[in-house]
């Protein structure tokens, strides 16, 4: 979303449910309902392996969502004890790009020059994980940095009851064109 003074919002957020519980229907629903409306390329591949990949795929997209499934295990890589320092640029970026939302992210100098200059960075992510694997692997020091404090935890206690006859409908005409007049208004 963009105020009309340009200010954009990064939305961090993080489902917990059990194993079975449909975490991974969000990512269907959202893929399903952003290439009804021709803006598949805003979705971040889920596998974002390096800061300098995140920060390359929003350089060439600014406003985009990442849904990464199993995201405590990607944590356990971003902080935890055998963490993978690529990964670990990432948590890094994603502080970094919170705050710039009305503003630019003035990248990163490298010998050949600035790359990854990014102006109003919008991202939205969406973690999927079970309760257990996301907490295992981190400390007091994890919280401290920022990162996990900007990030919405959303917790699902019970698994939704299940329906013989579940029907899957499309997205209605009148949340597509809502949507699709947020993302025109970007521009």
């Known amino acids: 979303l963009q105020s009309e003074t340009g200010l954009r919002s990064n939305d961090f957020n993080v489902v917990l449910a059990a194993t079975g519980s449909g975490k991974e229907s969000c990512e269907k629903t959202i893929a399903k309902i952003l290439s009804a409306i021709n803006y598949d390329e805003m979705i971040m591949p889920s596998g974002v ?28 890589s971003v902080f935890g004890k055998r963490k993978n320092p690529m990964e670990a640029q990432v948590g890094r970026f994603l502080l970094e790009l919170y705050n710039k939302s009305d503003s630019r992210y003035s ?17 939205v992510l969406l973690g999927l994980s079970t309760q257990g694997t996301i907490f295992d692997s981190l400390t007091f020091k994890d919280v401290e940095n920022g990162l996990l404090n900007r990030i919405a935890w959303w917790i699902v206690t019970d698994n939704p009851p299940l329906k013989d006859n579940l029907e899957v409908v499309e997205p209605s005409e009148r949340m597509l064109s809502t949507l699709r007049s947020w993302l025109e208004f970007r521009i």
């Open 49 to 76: 392996q390096s800061g300098n990949g995140l920060l390359n795929f929003l350089s060439g997209q600014p406003v985009a969502i990442w849904v990464k499934d199993e995201f405590g295990v990607y944590l356990e």
């Open 107 to 123: 990248g990163n100098a490298h010998a050949s020059g600035v790359k990854h200059v990014i102006e109003q960075p919008h991202l």
